[in-house]
């Protein structure tokens, strides 16, 4: 095999792509779930739920196909198995498990906040421990595509909440400034 010269060492591309492959790995756990919940939410918040999971999977689809691509580009090979992903995944499935509605949407926003700090972790190795900003940039550009995510769904949750006239419950009985 060619010698891969592209002004990282060997050890800082397995490095790099040891990250990335967890990255894949979480990602994978992540679209099981964000699928499975498309598949089985029910109630009155079904459509927007069912829609909102299908644009967020299709999303995902493309993120985990940028990733394993960033590591072939590496010089590496994406893990691919169900086992490997579980293995290394910092997520974790829940077996036997169908939330509600809201539950699902609480289980996928913690999910995402956990693949944005691990991102950000992620980040911060690329560039001060590997010396790749080339894949700095593109974990962050993916954070923010986690963290994007992950506001629509606390989005969701937040809205739970709201008063019929769309006040928070607390900021109802609180007496305006200037009153």
């Given at each position: 095999m ?15 792509i040891?990250?990335?492959?967890q ?9 099981v779930?964000t ?12 459509r927007s739920?069912h829609?909102?999971?299908e644009?967020?999977?299709?999303e995902?689809t ?5 990733l ?7 010089g ?9 992903f579980?293995?290394i995944?910092?997520?974790k ?7 509600s ?15 944005i ?5 992620h ?21 923010e595509?986690?963290?994007q995510?992950?506001?629509m ?9 709201l ?5 928070q419950?607390?900021a ?8």
């Open positions: 060619r010698t891969i010269n592209i002004g990282l060492t060997e050890e800082q591309r397995q490095g790099v040891s990250l990335l492959n990255d894949l790995a979480d990602s994978y756990v992540l679209i779930k699928k499975k919940y498309h598949w089985d939410v029910v109630g009155p918040q079904f739920l829609e909102l999971w644009e967020q999977y299709e995902l493309e993120n985990i196909d940028d394993a691509e960033r590591i072939r580009a590496l590496g090979f994406p893990v691919g198995t169900m086992g490997e579980l293995q995944a910092t997520l499935e829940h077996k036997g498990e169908i939330p509605a809201t539950g699902m949407v609480a289980v996928l926003g913690e999910d995402h906040e956990q693949l700090r691990n991102l950000r972790d980040v911060d190795q690329c560039s001060e421990q590997f010396h790749d900003e080339g894949t700095a940039d593109f974990l962050t550009e993916l954070m595509e986690h963290e995510m992950a506001w769904l606390r989005s969701f949750i937040e809205g739970q909440a008063e019929p006239d769309g006040m419950p607390e109802a009985t609180k007496t305006p400034v200037g009153v």
